[in-house]
Nanobody, 120 residues
């Protein structure tokens, strides 16, 4: 079965950085686009960033462009999200997801998520 274990969340001050990691298993990792989405209380789910399976094409939401960087390691079935210059509006539960669509808006599977809290 598909497993996506996200880690690396925590409490950080505005302007700080965090690196999220996702360990994937149970499927052929390099066959799928991977991504991260987030869910904040009272807000809609937002596709934050995605990365293509073969060409490594990346997508970033406008809200994180220039601050976040996504990467994948196909040899070790890992996905990373480096988050810099964090803002209080980035506070949310971040989910690692597999089988992202081209627009990073729908996802086939996701894990339990990791909480990121940015204090002002």
């Amino acid at each position: 079965d598909v497993q996506l274990q996200a880690s690396g969340g925590g409490l950080v001050q505005a302007g700080g950085s965090l690196r999220l990691s996702c360990a994937a298993s149970g499927f052929t990792f390099d066959d799928y686009n991977m991504g991260w989405f987030r869910q904040a209380p009272g807000k809609e789910r937002e596709g934050v960033s995605c990365i293509g399976n073969s060409d490594g094409r990346t997508y970033y939401a406008d809200s994180v462009k220039g601050r976040f960087t996504i990467a994948r390691d196909n040899a070790n079935n890992m996905v990373y999200l480096q988050m810099n210059s964090l803002k209080p509006d980035d506070t949310a539960v971040y989910y690692c997801a597999a089988d992202a669509d081209y627009y990073c808006s729908t996802f086939g599977s996701w894990g339990q998520g990791t909480l990121v809290t940015v204090s002002s």
